[in-house]
């Protein structure tokens, strides 16, 4: 046993070593040493397998030097030490540890109490777990009102005790649930947490044979995994399969490793042409080899203004490109069964490039990406991190700041309305654009907010108890719906609704400028080492504009001229300069424009806005399904 031991001191100091080298502290850390328990709450969770490692310290600091940052010993031989740690060895080789080692947790972490050296033991064999006598420490300042992914955690340890899942990101929990058909409410069976728990090990050992670092942890990885394939294609593979799989899906595994691998490009890149470069253009596509396009939609263009306006985008391309572009449409996919048997016809009919109109299809999309890596793929969404499929959307905030100045001239009682649809990446950024537009006409204006996608909302009847007449009614339209107008609007007198103002989204030169990237061979020109790529174009580029009623004073559209002209050239920005949340400052007039990625992840309400962001359970099927898919964190939060 003594050779072992001297192994395991080897491994130690071989730590150590390095720790120093590389500026970290080389010991094991101490829990006391830095958490005051007088700020927790103590739980006892139980004894239980946890996941040795995820042991990183000890509870107190009297036996911290004797192990490095690895749990490997440095005491030396021949000590007492020694022979306690050896004999250890011994039994757990013959027998096994009686007794479980006495650990406290916090934050996903564990730090020993009772049972360093069956830890140091344990970490040596490489054995996945040990029992242990787990304590739990719950910090008591967290924000209650803004649960983090450690609320998620205890949620999802309540009805499934396993420590060995540690997402990254909050939501996590909520979809790994989802996944497997299960939620974070009822208990799940006993039986299905240890076939979690033999999948996860599984998986884990063909993550450490085949991933580097660099593609995140491996519960996100997990995640990323099942998306693709699922649990019971998981349980069933062999570690050499699942192998060949994160191979297959490696790129993806990177990009999707930080929600910052996001490269959003604002407008169509636009590159001189030099005499060489046309005469080494040989076009891949032609009459006799023409581009074939698939669109993928939800709905259809009778029941839908948002399948309308793309469906206006598609018969374009024809009339534009007659005899290098075809292009196929798949209309009412609702489910995600619509979705993929819509996406397999696609790729049987040899389609190059597929459309899938809206966030919701997006987990489907990128199953069917890396499964057909030779077809591309754009789903029309923001902020979603996939390197595998495209996203497009328009920069609708500016549009919506022009509604807010059009409705502030022309409302009374300094009062206007908002009506959003859910709240998904994008829709906030809308919502208090039109607000800061509407307070820089009128200081003392106040937006009230509505959501169209909430049930038992009768936003229409909401403003008539507040006496409002003027307000923008939702983007996601039903064109049999009467009432529900798109744009700006007004309650007359006599309670018909009359259109003051309409915003336009031109899907026509969208779709013409995605597909020069494949007619004009400049598809690759766009790609970016293990990054999403995110189109977010807006007025600059021709794909927004505001249709201005004649019921608006002439100066009223001069002044909305203006406004768009200094959007188009970037004069003005609405996210620049001061801006106040109804909670506080966010940016004060010397921090510059809020980043790209600030605006489409905003979590905030403008401070002239009197609403709230939606719970998840209050939304229609429809929206509970937009905000799993592409849902600011907020909106996810008591899901």
């Known amino acids: 046993m003594a050779d072992e031991y001297s192994k395991a001191r080897r491994a130690g100091e071989k730590a150590f070593k390095s720790a120093l080298n590389e500026g970290r502290y080389p010991y094991l850390p101490a829990l006391d040493d830095f958490l005051d328990a007088g700020r927790c709450s103590a739980v006892r969770a139980g004894i239980m397998e946890i996941p040795v490692t995820q042991i990183t310290g000890t509870k107190t600091p009297g036996r911290m030097h004797a192990f490095a940052c690895n749990f490997m010993p440095l005491l030396e031989k021949d000590s007492e030490f020694e022979i306690k740690w050896s004999r250890l060895y011994e039994s757990q080789i013959e027998e096994g540890f009686r007794d479980p080692v006495l650990v406290y947790e916090y934050l996903h972490n564990f730090y020993v109490q009772e049972g360093n050296k069956r830890v140091s033991v344990a970490r040596f064999l490489e054995m996945p777990t040990i029992s242990a006598d787990v304590i739990r420490l719950i910090p008591t300042d967290r924000d209650s009102e803004n649960p983090d992914i450690y609320d998620e955690f205890l949620r999802f340890f309540a009805v499934c005790p396993l420590y060995e899942l540690n997402f990254s990101r909050y939501g996590s929990y909520r979809r790994f649930a989802s996944l497997l058909g299960l939620n974070l409410k009822d208990k799940w069976d006993t039986v299905q947490v240890s076939r979690i728990r033999a999948a996860y090990y599984n998986f884990a050992k063909a993550y450490a044979q085949t991933v580097q670092e660099e593609a995140g942890n491996i519960s996100d990885a997990l995640l990323i995994y ?15 399969t699942i192998r060949k799989n994160l191979t297959q899906i490696r790129k993806e595994l990177v990009t999707q490793a930080s929600d910052e691998n996001i490269t959003v490009k604002e407008k169509p890149e636009e590159k001189n042409k030099t005499l060489l470069d046309t005469l080494k253009i040989i076009p891949t596509f032609n009459e006799l080899r023409p581009l074939k396009i698939a669109f993928i939609y939800d709905r259809n263009p009778q029941n839908s203004a948002w399948v309308s306006d793309h469906e206006i985008g598609r018969t374009y391309l024809n009339k534009k490109y007659p005899k290098t572009v075809r292009t196929i449409t798949f209309e009412n996919c609702g489910t995600d069964e619509e979705v993929r048997n819509a996406l397999n016809q696609a790729a049987e009919q040899d389609c190059d490039l597929v459309f899938t109109a809206s966030p919701a299809m997006m987990q489907e999309t990128v199953k069917a990406a890396i499964k057909h890596p030779k077809i591309h793929y754009l ?120 259109n003051l103002a309409m915003p336009v989204i031109n899907w026509a030169v969208y779709y013409e400028q995605l597909v020069k990237l494949m007619l004009e061979d400049k598809w690759d020109q766009d790609s970016q080492h293990n990054r999403a790529i995110n189109y977010w174009w807006g007025m600059d580029a021709g794909i927004e504009d505001l249709n201005v009623s004649s019921k608006i004073a002439y100066s009223s559209a001069k002044m909305i001229r203006l406004m768009k002209d200094g959007l188009s050239s970037g004069t003005i920005n609405p996210f620049s300069g001061e801006l106040r949340s109804m909670e506080k400052v966010i940016r004060t007039s010397a921090d510059g424009r809020l980043s790209n990625e600030e605006i489409i992840r905003m979590d905030w309400l403008n401070d002239n806005v009197i609403g709230v962001i939606p719970e998840y359970s209050r939304m229609s099927e429809g929206g509970k399904k937009l905000v799993e898919a592409a849902g600011i964190t907020k909106a996810k939060e008591k899901l």
């Open 226 to 240: 099942l998306t693709v394939y699922g649990f019971d294609q998981l349980r069933a593979q062999s570690v050499s």
């Open 379 to 498: 789903n029309c969404s923001i902020n979603l991190n996939s390197k595998a499929v495209r996203t497009y959307y328009a920069r609708t905030y500016e549009v919506k700041f022009l509604l807010g100045a059009l409705a502030a001239m022309n409302a009374k009682n300094h009062k206007t309305a908002y009506i959003a649809d859910y709240p998904i990446y994008g829709t906030i950024a809308s919502i208090n654009a039109f607000a800061i537009g509407a307070s820089l006409i009128d200081p003392e204006c106040r937006v009230y907010l509505a959501w169209s996608g909430v049930h038992d909302e009768d936003w229409f009847k909401e403003l008539e108890y507040l006496d409002i007449d003027v307000f923008c009614g939702p983007s996601l339209v039903l064109t049999d719906d009467d009432r529900t107008l798109h744009g700006l609007c007004r309650r007359e007198a006599d309670g018909k609704v009359s």
